[in-house]
C-alpha cells in the first residue's frame, strides 16, 4: 500500500552527518560566536526570532533536519527519523524513530515525544501559543502507534510536507514535560541535542557542553559552546576581530566583510550565499490611487532592478534579481523568464515609458506626491528605501521616506496606516509554500499588509500546495508569480538578500544555506586549534 | 518623595501605553508570516494586556505596594532579577567613573584656578573642554580601536563580577569607566575651576592670607571646602544619571547595563520593566539629590545651623 519514498534518504540518515571531508574533524575545544538577539522564551515552538535558535538549537533534535553540509540548504534528512515512508496517496507519512535516544533528563526520547511535539505545535491546547500552527493546515492528526513509529495524516496531500516536519523551530520536546505543564519549555530546557545546557546569563550568554549521550556516536565535536550576545554591529564584528568571538552566523554586511579581511586576512574565512529573505514593497489596495493596478504596475516599471542590484550589493546585504524565489533553487524562475515580468526587463527606458503611461492613463498627474514608510533598520531596508526613491522620481513620482522605528513598524503596517511600505518575508527552507503564504488575500493570510483579495491567487496558492509533481508545482508558483509582481502587481518585489559570514579561519564544519534558521545545532562543527 | 515617585509612576504609564506597538506584535508577526491574529489576541489575554487600563494600572501599583515589580512581559522572568542582573554592574561601571572623575577634577579644578590665566589654566581648559566635546561612546570606540590595531587585544565582551575574577573584570570596566570618567570630569573640572576662583576672591580667604595663614593651609581649609558644594552636586548627580543613562556607551562596550536594558524594554514594548527601571532611576534621583543634601550640611555648617 505504500511506496517507499525514502530509502535513500534513510540511509543518508544513518550517515549523517556526511561531512564534507576535507580534513579530519579534530575534538574539543569551545566555540564561541555572537548573537545580535536574546530568545524572549526558550520556547522555540511559540518564538519567531533567529535569536533563540542560534544559542537553542544545540540542545535540540528535531524529527528531520536540512543537510548542514547542503549549501542550497533544501536536503532534508532525519535527525530523530531514522528513516519514513509516505502513502501512495501522499496522506500518511511513517517515520522510524532511532533507537537509544535519550533526553538530557535521561528519559528515554520515543515516538510518545515526537507526537507530544508536534501536537504542541499543530494542536496546541488552550492557552497555548504556537506561533506556525497556521502552516499545519494540512495536518489532520499525529499519532504514536509504539514507542518508535510516528504517524502523520494529513487532509490532503501538501508538497511541502516534509519541509514542514523538518522546521528548524519544531524542537522535540519531552512528552512528559508538556503533560505536567504546556509552557515549561518556555522557561526550561530539556533537549535530546548534542550539547547540554549549562546556564543562561540574561543579556550576557548561552552556555552549552558536549552531550555525552547525543544520538550519533562521536558526535558532536567540540566540548562546548558560548553564545555570547551582543546587539551592536560595530561590536560584534570587534569581537570577532579581537579573537574574542570566532563568528556570528546571522550575517554581516559587505562593509564588515572587507573591514574584518582587511584587518585579519588569512585569519578570517568568509562564505556567502542567497539568502531565502526579502524586502518586499507593499502598496496599500485599501489607499488611493494604489488600488488601481496601473499605478502598482508603474512603481514596479520605475524600477532598474539590475542597476539596483549592483549598486546597493556593494553597500548593503542583498545582491540577486529574483522573483518570488531564491535565484538558483527548484521552483525559482530562471534568469531569462525573469526578464519577461514587468519590471525585470533590461530595457529600462522602455520600462520607465510604459511607467508614465500607465500612471497617466491612471490619471496620476506629475509631481504626486507620496510616502513611503519604511523600517528603521540600517541594512537592507534603508539603502533599498532611499534608491526606490530615486527609481520613482524617474518616472515623476515624489515620494517622501519616512523612517519608523522597528517596534512601532508592526502596528502602523498591520493597521494599515500607509501608502506604501517596505516589507519583508524570511524563510528557513526554500519552499514555496512557506515562501508564498504572505501573499494569499487579506482575510487568509494575516500578514498580507498589502490588504488586497485576490481568490485567483489564493487558488493557485492552494493548487500548488497540493501538486504532488514538482514539475505541476513549478508551473503553479510561475503563474503565481506572474499575478502578484506582474499583472496584478500586488506586491513588489526588490532583491534577494544575500548573506555574508565571516567567521575565524579556526572554525570548521559550518556550512552556509540560504537561512539563517538552520544549520545551528552545531554537532558537526569542530575548532581546527 | 512620594508625590514625586507616584507622578512618575502615572507619567510612565500613560507613556509606554501611548506608544504604538505592543510586546505580542513585535514578539509574534515578526518574522513569520503564519502567526494569526487569534494567536496575538490569546496572548494579549495572556498577559493581561486586554484588560482595562484602569485595572493594570491598580494592579502595577498593588504590586508595588508589596515591593513585588511583576514580571517581564517580554521574557517572563520576574523583574527584580532582571534588574538585579544588570544593576552590579551599572553601579560598578558608575563608582568607576566617578571615581576617575574625582581624581581628574579635583586636582585640576584647584590647580587651573590657582595658576589662573597661565598656560597650566589654559591647558587645564583645553582638556576639559575637549572632554565636553567628545561623546563617551565615541572616545569608547576610539579605545577600542586603539587596543584592537596597538596591542590586537579586546576587553572581554562578557560581565565576570569582581568577586570571581577582580582583574577580568577590571579589565572590561575600566575602559567604559575611563571614557564616561572622563566626560564626567570635563563637567566637574569646570564647574570646580569656577567654584575656586569665586572662593579666592571671598573676604575671609582674604583675610586668612593677611593673618599670615600658611597658603596651602588656606587653600584647603578655607578654599577647597567651600568650593565643593557646587562641585559635589554635580558629581551627585552625574552619578545618579550614570546608573541607568549609559545607552550608547553600554552597546559601545557590549556591557549588560541598565542602560542597554532600558532601551530595550522600550523598544520591546516591555510596559512593566520600563516602568520598574523609571521608577528605579527615579528613586535613584531623589535618594541622590537627599545624600547631597546631607553632604552640604556636614560640608558647611551655616546649613546645618539654619
Known sequence: MRRIAAALLALLVLGLPPARADEEPRRGGELVFVVPSEPPSYDAHREETFGLIHPLAPFYSLLLRIDPTDPKGARIVGDVAESWTESRDHLTYTFKIRRGLTVHDGQPLTARDVKASYDHIIFPGPGVTSSRKGAYVAFESVTAPDDRTVVFRLRWPAAAAQALLASPWNFIYSAGKLAEDPHWYETHINGSGPFVFVEHVRGSHILGRRNPRYGYPGLPYLDGFRATFVKSDSAQIAAIRGGRAMAQFRGVSPGEREQLQKALGAEVRVQESPWDCANWIAMNHDRKPFDDRRVRRALTLAIDRYEMASALSKITIVRDVAGVQVPGTEYATPPAALETIAGYGRDIARSRAEARRLLREAGVAEGFRFTLKNRGIAHPYEPIGVYLIDQWRRVGLDVTQEIIEPAAYFSTIRAGDFEVAVDFQCGYLVEPDLDLYKFQSADVSDANYARYRDPVLDDLYRQQSRATDKAARARIVRAFERRLVDEEAHYLMTLQWHRIIAQRRQLRGWYITPSHYVNQQLDTVWLSE | ?306
Open chain 2, 1 to 306: 518623595m512620594l508625590p514625586t515617585l507616584a507622578g512618575v509612576a502615572v507619567l510612565v504609564f500613560v507613556l509606554m501605553r501611548v506608544l504604538p506597538g505592543d510586546v505580542v506584535e513585535l514578539r509574534f508577526a515578526g518574522e513569520s508570516s503564519f502567526a494569526s491574529k487569534a494567536a496575538l489576541d490569546l496572548e494579549r489575554r495572556r498577559l493581561g494586556l486586554d484588560a482595562p487600563l484602569w485595572r493594570q494600572f491598580a494592579r502595577w501599583i498593588g504590586g508595588l505596594v508589596r515591593l513585588d515589580f511583576g514580571r517581564s512581559l517580554w521574557t517572563g522572568g520576574p523583574i527584580s532579577r532582571e534588574i538585579a542582573l544588570r544593576f552590579q554592574l551599572s553601579l560598578e561601571v558608575a563608582v568607576l567613573a566617578t571615581a576617575v572623575a574625582v581624581l581628574l577634577a579635583v586636582p585640576l579644578g584647584l590647580v587651573a584656578a590657582v595658576r589662573q590665566d597661565t598656560w597650566v589654566d589654559y591647558a587645564v581648559r583645553l582638556f576639559s573642554i575637549a572632554g565636553l566635546a567628545v561623546p563617551s561612546f565615541w572616545l569608547g570606540i576610539l579605545l577600542i580601536l586603539g587596543l584592537l590595531v596597538a596591542f590586537g587585544w579586546l576587553p572581554p565582551i562578557e560581565f565576570t563580577p569582581v568577586y570571581v575574577s577582580p582583574w577580568r573584570n577590571l579589565a572590561q570596566l575600566v575602559w567604559p569607566a575611563l571614557a564616561v570618567g572622563y566626560r564626567y570630569s570635563a563637567v566637574a573640572t569646570r564647574m570646580m575651576r569656577s567654584a575656586m576662583l569665586e572662593v579666592l576672591r571671598e573676604d575671609y580667604v582674604r583675610t586668612a592670607r593677611a593673618k599670615g595663614l600658611w597658603p596651602r593651609l588656606v587653600l584647603w581649609r578655607h578654599a577647597v571646602r567651600n568650593a565643593m558644594l557646587p562641585v559635589f552636586t554635580v558629581i551627585v548627580l552625574e552619578f545618579a544619571f550614570l546608573i541607568g543613562g549609559l545607552v550608547v556607551t553600554e552597546q559601545v562596550f557590549n556591557l549588560n547595563g541598565l542602560g542597554l536594558l532600558f532601551v530595550e524594554s522600550i523598544a520591546h514594548r516591555d510596559y512593566t520593566l520600563t516602568q520598574a527601571l523609571v521608577l528605579l532611576v527615579a528613586v535613584i534621583t531623589v535618594l541622590a539629590n537627599f545624600v547631597a543634601d546631607l553632604v552640604y550640611a556636614w560640608l558647611d555648617p551655616r546649613i546645618r545651623y539654619a
